[in-house]
């Protein structure tokens, strides 16, 4: 046997043993990793906030020069979600004014944005927002259209979301979850919290305009065979 005819077949028995060595990996990585299930997969029911893994954040315009940025603490939301049907999702949603948070806070801070020059949070102890229309703006985007009371006014507002996807379950999180990325805005002087408003030409103040920033899973329906989280397991 020639050198060149040796180094031909050296190279035909490396091409074949790692054609081989894919194929093996590709057989064990798909037996011990699955693909995640098609967000479709999800099943339409009632959603309930999963606290742990959400945030309601706030930003305002403070002297022209940085955007405040706060949040709320305690929040609760239920959803009706059909991932089929997206545009058929009606949600609620109740928020503590009196959980209001912000990084650093000087003393009597945040007790002042509780008084009654503010969210006024003992006159007015709940905010709410419920759907009235859910519109597709494509790409798992959708418009979310409701009233939102605050401060003891409701009116109108507009929430853009971003469905995220989801599972029907994972033996680990025995349940249906789905999650969100959305984003809000209102003028605070529409719900009658005007103070500090700079004069129109100057930013000496804090801004009309606030901004939310929402990031949010909700845990549905048992995973087919198993039990709803809320109830005890059989003996």
Known sequence: MTIDSTLSTLRALARIATIGAAAAFAGNASAADPLPPSPLRVPAG????????????FKVNHLGFSSFTGRFARFDAKLFFDPTRPTTARL?????????????????????LQGAD????????????????????????LRVRGD???????????????????YAGH??????????SAQSRLK?????????????????????????????????????????ASQPPPR
Do not use: C
């Open 46 to 57: 009632d959603y309930t906030l999963d606290k742990a893994h959400s945030s309601l954040v």
């Open 92 to 112: 609620d949603v109740t928020v503590d004014p009196r959980s209001i948070e912000s990084d650093n806070p000087p003393s009597g801070f945040l007790a002042m």
């Open 118 to 141: 503010w969210l006024d949070a003992e006159r007015y102890p709940e905010m709410k927002f419920r759907s009235s229309r859910v519109s597709s703006l494509g790409a798992r985007r």
């Open 148 to 166: 939102l009371t605050l401060h003891g006014t409701t009116k109108p507002v507009e929430i853009l979301a971003t469905f995220n996807g989801g």
């Open 171 to 180: 033996p680990m999180d025995p349940q249906a979850r789905i999650g969100f």
């Open 188 to 228: 605070r002087s529409d719900f009658g919290i005007s103070l500090g408003i700079p004069a129109p030409g100057s930013q000496m103040g804090v801004g009309d305009v606030v901004e939310l920033f929402i990031e949010t899973e909700f845990s549905g329906p048992p995973l087919a065979g198993r039990p709803a």
